[in-house]
């Protein structure tokens, strides 16, 4: 085919493309003529996304702060991004989840990697005093996080541990919610009622998390991962990209977010209360919270030794 007829072709698929959209094909190509070159700041919206870091103090490493946590929600965005498409996935090809599984996990080494700016990027006196200007504001009210989980598992598995005894997938969408696990990471520290951080969280959220949980019943990646295992033969690479992805979000994460904390937050005597009052020490540490997203693929020790790795051994404040 020569260059002439090759364009012909091109053209004829447009025609075809276009001609049920009520314009002919002229109309889109005086669009693409009159339309202006696309370039790679426009494409990203950059100038917008430079704009987003408003500080409210004075201080730099304010900044910086700002700006860590924005870049987290966009790995957050991410990871959502592929655990929606395996949930609404129909064809159940192995080959397909364990390639999304892999980016997740991708995106949680990102992630896990990435807290050492926390850790060691900002001045702690700087932190101390900045934090106080933004209660009750906390990480704590990340949606997205939440919608991780829920898109990960069935609610019955984020049941606190505590309750998990108690609950099951009887239970309505509604009871298992209002049990989930850090809800009570979010109590006052002196009276066991709900901070004012929880309170925020679930007036703007609970309708759509809700809403959520109830579209992905039976379909969660849990669930769907389950039947893939069940019917293929050669399944060891799934199951050992889904045992790593709840390491990662499980207990790799949560322990970098306690070196984080433990760096700017404990001290010899007593420890700093976070911004949104949420207890850290129990709210954070794996093996306390014991969140596992698919506990019937890993084995009786992997289960009994969850997160033992003691975050005050291994991220000792005094060594930071």
């Excluded at 807290?115 to 060691?120: A, D, L, P, R, S």
């Excluded at 959520?212 to 991962?225: D, F, L, N, R």
Aim: proline share 4%; aromatic share 14%.
């Amino acid at each position: 085919m020569n260059k002439d007829d090759s364009i012909a072709s091109q053209i004829n698929k447009l025609e075809e493309k276009f001609k049920n959209s009520g314009q002919d094909l002229g109309s889109y190509l005086d669009g693409l003529l009159y339309q202006r070159y696309l370039t790679y700041w426009d494409y990203i919206h950059l100038d917008t996304l430079l704009s987003l870091q408003v500080p409210r103090t004075y201080f730099p490493d304010e900044e910086i702060f700002i700006m860590y946590h924005q870049i987290t929600e966009l790995y957050f965005k991410l990871i959502l991004h592929e655990q929606k498409q395996l949930v609404d996935d129909k064809s159940q090809n192995i080959n397909f989840f364990i390639e999304r599984i892999n980016r997740i996990n991708s995106y949680y080494k990102a992630l896990i990697s990435s807290f050492g700016i926390m850790i060691n990027g900002m001045e702690r006196e700087q932190f101390l005093r900045y934090r106080m200007a933004l209660l009750p504001a906390s990480g704590f009210q990340s949606v997205q996080y939440r919608m991780i989980e829920i898109y990960a598992t069935p609610l019955e598995n984020l049941v606190h541990t505590s309750e998990q005894k108690d609950f099951s997938d009887k239970n309505s969408i509604e009871e298992l919610y209002d049990h989930i696990y850090w809800k009570k990471g979010a109590t006052n520290l002196n009276t066991g009622e709900k901070t004012l951080t929880l309170k925020q969280f679930e007036y703007r959220y609970t309708p759509r998390l809700v809403r959520i949980a109830k579209q992905i019943k039976g379909s969660t990646m849990y669930q769907k991962c389950l039947d893939l295992l069940e019917n293929s033969p050669d399944n060891k690479p799934l199951l050992d990209a889904i045992k790593k992805m709840d390491i990662n979000a499980n207990v790799n994460w949560p322990l970098m977010h306690m070196g984080s904390a433990y760096r700017y937050l404990a001290r010899d005597k007593g420890d700093i209360s976070a911004t949104g009052g949420t207890n850290w020490k129990d709210f954070l540490p794996p093996s306390f919270q014991r969140i596992i997203f698919f506990p019937t693929l890993h084995s009786r020790e992997e289960l009994d030794n969850w997160g033992k790795q003691w975050v005050e051994h291994v991220f000792n404040p005094q060594n930071n």
